[in-house]
């Protein structure tokens, strides 16, 4: 009994809640960061916030720039093509530690329901075809599911898409 009596003060003391709060990596991400990069923004605003972007392609008058948007302890790509100063379109291969399930309904509370969805096996594709552009957004699923990239893509543009030479050229570099 006296043993009991010993024990039980530790036993509550360890069955305590823990009262510590525990956040997805990317909880604090917000989609604003990158309508830094939507199509139709001037270089010059996204040059004056990230510096300078390295070329990575000049394809038929329009330049592909890589920029690097810093979140916590990580650097992630977006890659943006421009033409006269202006954005035509932006390409973002996100970190895999983000949370699927919190991007994406990031992008559904800004942009709203998407108009196109496609799973094929773990693999899931949605579109927001809005008017003037068209968001684009991959995910998938292994023990967790995580973003693979954000697109978005002015529709009028006068040069292929980033994610349209990337599909054309099979992920090759000239």
């Not at 927001?128 to 967790?144: L, P, R």
Request: charged share 20%; aromatic share 12%.
């Amino acid at each position: 009994m006296s043993k009991l009596i010993m024990i039980l003060p530790w036993l509550i003391i360890i069955f305590q809640p823990l009262n510590a709060k525990v956040e997805a990596p990317n909880y604090n991400f917000s989609v604003d960061t990158l309508q830094d990069f939507i199509p139709g923004t001037a270089i010059e605003s996204i040059e004056k916030k990230y510096g300078k972007g390295s070329l990575e392609r000049n394809f038929r008058g329009a330049q592909t720039q890589k920029f690097f948007v810093s979140h916590i302890r990580y650097k992630f790509p977006v890659l943006v093509q421009v033409a006269e100063g202006k954005v035509l379109d932006m390409y973002a291969k996100l970190p895999s530690y983000f949370l699927h399930d919190i991007f994406l309904q990031s992008l559904v509370n800004r942009i709203g329901k998407q108009t196109t969805y496609k799973k094929t096996g773990e693999h899931a594709h949605y579109v927001w075809d809005n008017q003037e552009v068209k968001h684009i957004y991959d995910g998938a699923c292994t023990i967790t599911c995580f973003p693979i990239f954000y697109a978005v893509e002015k529709k009028d543009s006068p040069a292929p898409s980033i994610l349209m030479q990337m599909k054309n050229t099979g992920g090759k570099r000239d």
